[in-house]
């Protein structure tokens, strides 16, 4: 199993642009979790979502959108890029009998 | 919400000594405690994890104890070797009613020294 994967890898944007990031899993997991992670603040969660089709806040959630059409798809959205988004960002999947969550290799995201 | 505290921000050990992490969270109800290890560049890797009903838990060269009461956990490492070298991360969550929505401390940057 390839697990959590993340693409792109690397990202640099524009202010105002935008673009998605999109997180696969193939371990059946049913819960999936955006997190960005920047220095000194450790993983903050942006959004997630316990099962196919339904989507939740999390702690940091302006400037983002998710959906989770398929089961191991989760995809966060950036409409509109500002420079306070530049940072590196996680997804993981879990589920709920064990609470682990599991993380991709992080997408590094810089907006100018 | 919750809010987890974790300290100290840096740590530097000599190999061989221990090194010890301490976290504290707000929310009484959240019942599970990950510990994370992330290495330069890597994704955070769960290296052991305890739940509210149980006050430690050992791994080889490493544990975790929580104080439920008090509301902190720490992370114990034994016999610190070079390739521990990383940042370390709590979180807490685990709640029923919120989805397992986990919040993370800001993390412990551990220098080993050869």
């Known amino acids: 199993n390839a697990g959590v994967t993340q693409t792109p890898k690397f990202r640099v944007l524009k202010t105002g642009q935008s673009m998605t990031l999109l997180c696969a899993q193939d371990?059946?997991?049913?819960?999936m979790y955006w997190y960005r992670q920047d220095p000194g603040m450790g993983l903050r969660l942006i959004h997630y979502?316990?099962?196919?089709?339904?989507?939740a806040k999390g702690e940091v959630p302006d400037g983002y959108n998710v959906s989770r059409l398929k089961k191991q798809n989760f995809l966060l959205g950036l409409e509109s890029a500002a420079p306070s988004q530049t940072s590196v960002y996680f997804c993981a999947g879990g589920d709920q009998d064990t609470d682990t969550q599991y993380f991709g290799p992080g997408t590094r995201l810089t907006v100018l | 919400g919750e809010n987890v505290e974790q300290h100290p921000s840096t740590l530097s050990v000599q190999e061989g000594d221990s090194a010890v992490i301490k976290c504290t969270y707000s929310?009484?109800?959240?019942?599970?405690f990950p510990w994370y290890k992330q290495e330069l560049g890597k994704r955070p890797q769960l290296i052991i994890d305890?739940?509210?009903?149980?006050g430690e838990k050992k791994d080889q060269r490493i544990a975790v104890t929580l104080n439920k009461t008090a509301k902190h956990f720490s992370l114990h490492i034994t016999e610190t070797q070079p390739e521990d070298s990383a940042v370390y991360f709590c979180?807490?969550?685990?709640?029923?009613?919120?989805?397992?929505?986990?919040?993370f401390g800001a993390g412990t940057r551990l220098t080993v020294k050869p």
């Open positions: 929310d009484s109800a959240s019942n599970y």
């Open positions: 979180a807490a969550g685990g709640r029923e009613d919120n989805n397992n929505d986990m919040r």
């Open positions: 979502s316990v099962g196919e089709g339904t989507t």
């Open positions: 371990m059946n997991h049913e819960y």
């Open positions: 305890i739940r509210s009903n149980v």
